[in-house]
């Protein structure tokens, strides 16, 4: 079946735009997560969706980050007034289960953006 | 606050040889553990989690780590390398819920032939 999609793939913004990023999960997936991944290093996680409730957005690094999930499917991440530390890749996951052992996080191929 | 290391950002092995990549972690509550593949221009992919219970876990691929609480590690390992292996690994930890991963920095394995 189909896995996390995400959209698009690469973007190249100039500092002070606006972007966004855009996630769709696999169907019937209840959770919905974002991570930042900066080159070299590990994933590093920004918020998370249960449905179309954010209940964790601790990790978002300034409030020109905010996320979306209206319908609670599909997501949107956006970034206002880019800035060169934002380039990084965003990943998706998504999950069947909302917490517990039975919880596997799918993840997307990300999208990768560049800030110049 | 959970975190996660993992010694060595390279590793480097010869097809047909063990691999080994290690990861230690820091949680004040029991933790999930997990260790996820990414080849180049893909997503991460989930090669196996611990959860409870048993603490040698398998994964796919041939793939499997066991969980040592007194070690506070869980050790990725295969018996045989091959090529397909060669990608970048990461261990993750979370808490009970499993909503928020906290990922190492990543090892490179690279598979020589």
């Known amino acids: 079946g189909a896995g996390v999609s995400q959209s698009p793939r690469y973007k190249v913004a100039k500092r002070g735009q606006d972007v966004a990023l855009r996630c769709d999960p696999i169907?019937?997936?209840?959770?919905l997560f974002w991570y930042q991944q900066a080159l070299g290093q590990g994933p590093e996680f920004l918020t998370y969706?249960?449905?179309?409730?954010?209940?964790?957005k601790s990790g978002l690094p300034s409030d020109r980050f905010f996320a979306e999930r209206p319908e609670g499917s599909v997501s949107t991440l956006k970034i206002q007034r880019t800035q060169q530390e934002d380039s990084a890749v965003y990943l998706c996951?998504?999950?069947?289960?909302?917490?517990?052992?039975?919880?596997?996080?799918?993840f997307g191929p990300g999208t990768r953006l560049l800030v110049l | 606050a959970q975190s996660v290391t993992q010694l060595g950002s390279h590793v480097s092995v010869s097809e047909g040889a063990l691999v080994l990549l290690r990861c230690n972690y820091s949680?004040?509550?029991?933790?999930?553990l997990f260790w996820y593949v990414q080849y180049p221009n893909q997503g991460l992919q989930l090669l196996l989690k611990?959860?409870?219970?048993?603490?040698l876990v398998k994964g796919i691929n041939g793939f499997e780590a066991e969980f040592k609480k007194s070690e506070t590690s869980f050790h990725l390992t295969k018996p045989s390398a091959h090529m397909s292996d060669a990608a970048e690994y990461f261990c993750?930890?979370?808490?009970?819920?499993?909503?928020?991963?906290?990922f190492g920095a990543g090892t490179i394995l690279r598979v020589k032939s």
């Open positions: 996951a998504s999950s069947l289960k909302t917490s517990g052992p039975r919880l596997t996080q799918y």
């Open positions: 169907s019937g997936h209840v959770s």
């Open positions: 969706f249960q449905n179309e409730a954010q209940l964790d």
């Open positions: 949680s004040s509550v029991p933790p999930y």
């Open positions: 611990y959860t409870t219970g048993a603490t």
């Open positions: 993750a930890v979370s808490d009970f819920d499993g909503n928020k991963l906290v």
